[in-house]
T-cell receptor, first 114, second 114 residues
Framework: EAQVTQNPRYLITVTGKKLTVTCSQN?????MSWYRQDPGLGLRQIYY???????DKGDVPEGYKVSRKEKRNFPLILESPSPNQTSLYFC?????????????FGPGTRLTVL | GDSVTQMEGPVTLSEEAFLTINCTYT??????LFWYVQYPGEGLQLLLK?????DKGSNKGFEATYRKETTSFHLEKGSVQVSDSAVYFC?????????????FGAGTTVTVRA
């Protein structure tokens, strides 16, 4: 089944404790991205990657890191999480990164930073 | 910068009622327009899209027409069902010099009562 998977689905952590949220897609998509969803703000893009070893900042990259060493994986790293990073996070992928492409979203990771 | 404005919710309807969710956008050039739907506990999935002016996207009884003159992409369904209860996001995608920019609205929560 074609899908985007994220792990973990739920995470409660404390300020400053490094964490990684994994994202993997099995559709051989070139483009992958991370979003955070906050009430009243919709989805805001954190980082994106047009292909392997190429990443770029989205609208809200502060406090996050990403890497794209393989086409299928695009982990999101929070080196020192803070409470304002409490949010619902989505990974997404699309075939070519063309502006007409459909985005395929993972199920989401709900992160709480205490 | 690019922006998407959609009507605030929540919207509560009875089954078989008519649904309209307004969406307007600000962007230069010729963006592609999308409606994504998020069912409870799930990631976003594409509902419909339109890639040029006057195109009509349709799916599952929902329709939206790309109106460049009014910069709008309103979502409509003639007879909603309880299963249409979800959060609906309007989005635009615009081609940049060497990649593209994807912007989402804040989302509209729709609840359909039996």
């Amino acid at each position: 089944e074609a899908q985007v998977t994220q792990n973990p689905r739920y995470l409660i952590t404390v300020t400053g404790k490094k964490l990684t949220v994994t994202c993997s897609q099995n559709m051989n998509h070139e483009y992958m991205s991370w979003y955070r969803q906050d009430p009243g703000l919709g989805l805001r893009q954190i980082y994106y990657s047009m292909n392997v070893e190429v990443t770029d900042k989205g609208d809200v990259p502060e406090g996050y890191k990403v890497s794209r060493k393989e086409k299928r994986n695009f982990p999101l790293i929070l080196e020192s999480p803070s409470p304002n990073q409490t949010s619902l996070y989505f990974c997404a992928s699309s075939l070519w990164g063309a502006y007409t492409d459909t985005q395929y979203f993972g199920p989401g990771t709900r992160l709480t930073v205490l | 910068g690019d922006s998407v404005t959609q009507m605030e919710g929540p919207v509560t309807l009875s089954e078989e009622a008519f649904l309209t969710i307004n969406c307007t956008y600000t962007a230069t050039g010729y963006p592609s327009l999308f409606w994504y739907v998020q069912y409870p506990g799930e990631g976003l999935q594409l509902l419909l899209k339109a890639t040029k002016a006057d195109d009509k996207g349709s799916n599952k009884g929902f329709e939206a027409t790309y109106r460049k003159e009014t910069t709008s992409f309103h979502l409509e369904k003639g007879s909603v069902q309880v299963s249409d209860s979800a959060v609906y996001f309007c989005a635009l995608s615009r081609l940049l010099s060497n990649d593209y920019k994807l912007s989402f609205g804040a989302g509209t929560t729709v609840t359909v009562r039996a």
